[in-house]
């Protein structure tokens, strides 16, 4: 499986890398970890609060923005090219093709968070950090804004499976906004105390991936540490949800008769 | 069951419809239970207009779409079976690839889908980068490339891998006489090593040069499997006339009804046989004769034939045997 | 139609994704179980200032406010009845919802509650739910509703029958309100502190809210207060029997016995009041019914 899978992986990372629109992004996102710099100078005593809250957020939001629009044209536009037509006449199952996308995508988020990270670790040290063993926490919430990464990227390529980027951004980004504000449509459930509408919210809140568990960014920036147990729940949740998300795109892609 | 006897390619029965219309798809079907076979060591030619469900049936043997009924067997494998891919090449009808790429990354690409080594893997990539006349584009990006470099660049990905089957769908469209020169070079080539060569044309002169046998299709069924000679047989070979017809004479009967009027010039086709009957005729009228030359008739008329119905049926019981 | 490979897939998938979304259930009740145990005392709000949030929201500053009202609520449920819970970011939240969303009746009525009772059922903050609430009716004349609730609040949590009486009458002056709004105003302004008005306050509350916890905790403290009234009557009743027959009643029978009752005074859940050595009338230690806790002496009926 390896064999056909990391050679799509690596093309993958390869279309991603060699694109402009990525690099136009990563700096955009450690200017704004540059800005934190800045934003903290005026805030007299929480400079390292704002940095870390900011710099995250900008490592977060850059790269959910790359995450789903990369995602979304990653089955299409191979389709659409007719460049899976080669592809495919080669001894790779359909399935170990998408998995192939998928871990490149990943590949490519990770090797931009790493940078990004550096960015961030680099504006610290300007305002006159030492790193201390509470800062852990930041590179935990780090791995939670990865994990959250791989899971919508899955989500984006599930839809990019069969139909098109434009719905695939609206339907991955409406599942990433109904999935951040989970708590609160489940919230709002318990709150009117309608069964009706009380299982509809609960049924919303277990069913759309949670985003709410991956934020740990103001627990990082507070310098707090994160409960391991919390560590590896979150990493067990993106995995089986991806692992869904993967299964019902091979059953869909697998079935799918090209153009 | 005896290894030679075992086919290349077995065509059973495959049928595949195109749902079509946006509100409310209706089914279309564009291959009618198609069957024939292609046999080992063979250059088959595959003819048809266009539409007639070449690509169709070239992508239902490579997996990329799926019949709606029938099968079919590429060396006695299933076409489900994704170990067959090792035993084939596929050239798509007008190939695109990663255009971020260069053709020497594209083609190592390919090849690692292969068992190679490292060192083996890019040897073979030089290899056949020569081999198609890309040696000095190896560095250049795909997204630079002519149409005619992309079919080169495909042919080589699609014979990389030494398969013993090639499909290749429109190999010379797009080619330049040189470059049309070269596949076919390719294509005997590879007869040479006994490999079997299925690609599909609309040009007839192709088949004629390198098949064994070909296959006509025609919106979506088989008319005819045979040797090409027998397809060059129906063409009747006609002679265009132009010519001035005299100022009140009128035409002779059996001509005037077949002459067309461009101005005040006239066309008329004969066949070949009737030439000299159908000059006396012009010169017992006074007409003044501007050109005679003979009539080559296109695959596309001879295909336009074929679908328009009864002119060749006889031509195609002959193919049919 | 189609082939083994692709039926192999479909019943991978039609098999695995209900199982894995069960595993993604339960593993989210685990998670949720965890994060209530470790949710850091100190959250903060980056941004306190609902102007700026406002000007922020491009337009959508009333979704917005839902989403911070919303956000009160969950942040206030999470909270509500666990010993030593802190509330500091309860008032931030409902400020925020109240200034991106003004006309969000709900929130003011909702956040004075709990804003209002005392912990561990609420922050304990009334000086807070006034300033909420007088801002609601600033930016809601018309809700009159908002007046009564700061005439309660006055009235209830501060014991300030002056203002509580001035904020009904506001109430009242609307053209809508209902005349029990004037009624209350006089009431108190007359006997600011008795169990007769703080019974015709939680009465009204009782009938005028839709909210099923509010008329709950309306009926339970007008039950409270019905046993106030009670006791205070068998006390009564409990020096009298010492006046006949030289001793207390040692229980609720005795003044029955006695001839000072046709029946044995029960509380309203049902038990039989108790007395103690002291001649003084209780619940039974296990009667649900609790006694608010005392109005008078009111600040201001003293001097
Ligand atoms: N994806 C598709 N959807 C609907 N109709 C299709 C599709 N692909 C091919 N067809 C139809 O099938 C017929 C055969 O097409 P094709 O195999 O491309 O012909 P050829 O290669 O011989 O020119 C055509 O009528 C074409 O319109
Ligand atoms: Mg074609």
Redesign the pocket.
């Known amino acids: 499986m390896s064999a056909t899978v990391g050679p799509v992986a690596i093309n993958t990372f390869r279309e991603a890398v060699r694109d402009r629109v990525l690099y136009n992004l990563v700096l955009f996102a450690l200017l704004m970890i540059g800005a934190a710099i800045l934003v903290g100078e005026i805030s007299i005593g929480i400079e390292r609060l704002v940095i870390i809250n900011l710099g995250l957020t900008a490592i977060s939001v850059f790269g959910l923005v790359m995450a789903i629009f990369i995602g979304v044209g990653l089955v299409y536009k191979e389709i659409e090219k007719r460049t899976l037509y080669s592809l495919l006449a080669k001894p790779i199952r359909r399935w170990e093709f998408l998995v192939g996308k998928y871990a490149g995508l990943l590949l490519t988020l990770a090797v931009n968070t790493a940078f990004m990270t550096l960015g961030l670790a680099a504006a610290l040290f300007y305002v006159g950090w030492r790193f201390e063993r509470s800062d852990t926490s930041i590179l935990v919430a780090i791995y939670f804004i990865l994990l959250e990464f791989a899971l919508v990227t899955a989500l984006a390529l599930f839809f990019s499976c069969f139909t098109t980027p434009m719905l695939s951004t609206l339907y991955t980004l409406g599942i990433y906004i109904t999935g951040v504000f989970a708590d609160d449509i489940r919230a709002v459930g318990d709150f009117t105390r309608n069964p009706a509408v009380l299982g509809v919210t609960r049924a919303i809140y277990y069913v759309v991936p949670n985003f709410h568990n991956f934020n740990a960014i103001s627990m990082a920036a507070h310098g707090n540490a994160i409960p391991f147990t919390l560590f590896w729940q979150n990493t067990l949740y993106a995995a089986l949800y991806v692992a869904v998300l993967l299964l019902a795109a091979s059953a869909v892609f697998s079935r799918r008769?090209l153009? | 069951m005896n290894a030679m006897s075992t086919p290349a390619i077995e065509i059973l029965g495959l049928t595949?419809d195109?749902?079509?219309g946006f509100w409310r798809p209706r089914m279309?079907r564009?291959?009618d239970s198609l069957s024939f076979q292609v046999d080992e060591g063979e250059v088959f030619g595959f003819l048809?207009?266009?539409?007639?469900?070449?690509?169709?049936?070239?992508?239902l043997l490579m997996g990329l779409?799926f019949p709606t009924s029938g099968t079919a067997r590429v060396r006695g494998r299933s076409i489900d079976d994704v170990e067959m891919h090792r035993e084939i090449g596929y050239l798509p009808?007008q190939p695109y690839f990663y255009d971020y790429l260069t053709a020497r990354e594209l083609l190592d690409y390919y090849a690692r889908f292969s068992n190679y080594s490292a060192a083996e893997r890019r040897e073979r990539v030089e290899k056949f980068l020569e081999r198609v006349g890309l040696a000095a584009a190896g560095d250049v990006q795909l997204r630079k490339f002519s149409k005619g470099m992309l079919q080169r660049a495909g042919i080589a990905q699609a014979i990389l891998h030494d398969p013993p089957v090639v499909i290749l769908?429109?190999p010379m469209s797009g080619l330049d006489p040189v470059g049309r020169r070269e596949v076919r070079d390719i294509i005997l080539e590879l007869k040479k090593q006994g490999r079997t060569v299925f690609f599909?044309t609309?040009i007839l002169s192709d088949a004629e040069m390198l098949c064994d046998r070909v296959a006509v299709?025609a919106g979506?069924k088989l008319q005819g499997v045979g040797a090409p000679g027998a397809i060059v047989a129906i063409k009747a070979p006609a002679m265009e006339i132009l010519f001035e017809a005299r100022e009140g004479r009128a035409l002779p009967a059996g001509l005037a009804e077949r002459a067309t009027r461009i101005g005040g010039r006239c066309r008329v086709e004969v066949p070949e046989e009737g030439l000299y009957a159908a000059l006396e005729q012009l010169r017992g009228c006074e007409a003044r004769i501007l050109s005679v030359s003979p009539v080559h008739p296109t695959l596309e008329d001879y295909f336009f034939r074929l679908v328009g119905g009864t002119a060749v049926s006889r031509g195609l019981e002959e193919i049919s045997r | 139609m189609s082939n083994p490979s692709q039926t192999r897939a479909l019943w991978v998938a039609v098999a695995g994704v209900p199982l894995l979304f069960a595993a993604i259930a339960a593993l989210q009740v685990k998670i949720d179980a965890g994060t209530r145990a470790y949710t850091p005392e100190s959250e903060e709000l980056l941004l306190r200032s609902g102007t700026a949030l406002k000007k922020m929201s491009l337009g959508y500053d009333s979704l917005l406010a839902d989403i911070y009202w919303t956000r009160a609520v969950q942040y206030y449920g999470n909270r509500a009845g666990i010993d030593g819970a802190k509330f500091d970011l309860l008032w931030p939240l409902l400020d925020i919802a109240t200034t991106l969303d003004p006309k969000l009746i709900i929130a003011y009525r909702f956040g004075a509650i709990f804003l209002s009772e005392p912990p561990p059922a609420g922050a304990g903050r009334p000086d807070l739910a006034i300033e909420l609430v007088k801002r609601g009716i600033a930016e809601n004349p018309e809700q009159w509703h908002l007046n009564a609730d700061l005439g309660f609040l006055y009235y209830w949590r501060m014991k300030d029958y002056p203002n509580a009486a001035a904020a009904y009458l506001d109430g009242s002056k609307n053209p809508k309100a209902p005349v029990w709004l004037k009624l209350m105003a006089a009431r108190i302004t007359e006997k600011g502190g008795s169990l007769e008005t703080s019974r015709m306050i939680w009465s009204q509350i009782y009938e005028t809210s839709q909210d099923k916890i509010v008329r709950e905790k309306a009926m339970e403290t007008l039950r409270g207060l019905r046993a106030q009234e009670d006791e205070a009557q068998l006390d009564q009743l409990a020096q009298e029997y010492q006046n006949r027959f030289g001793h207390f009643p040692a229980s609720a029978s005795d003044l029955r016995t006695g001839g000072l009752l046709r029946e044995i005074p029960e509380d309203p859940a049902g038990n039989p009041y108790v007395f103690g050595k002291d001649g003084k009338s209780r619940l039974d230690p296990r009667s649900p019914i609790v006694i608010p806790p005392p109005l008078s002496p009111p600040p201001e009926a003293t001097n």
Do not use: Q
Request: overall charge positive; cysteine-free.
């Open positions: 008769n153009k | 595949k195109f749902p079509v279309r564009s291959l048809g207009p266009n539409g007639a469900g070449k690509t169709t049936t070239m992508k779409i009808e769908d429109e599909s609309h299709l979506g």
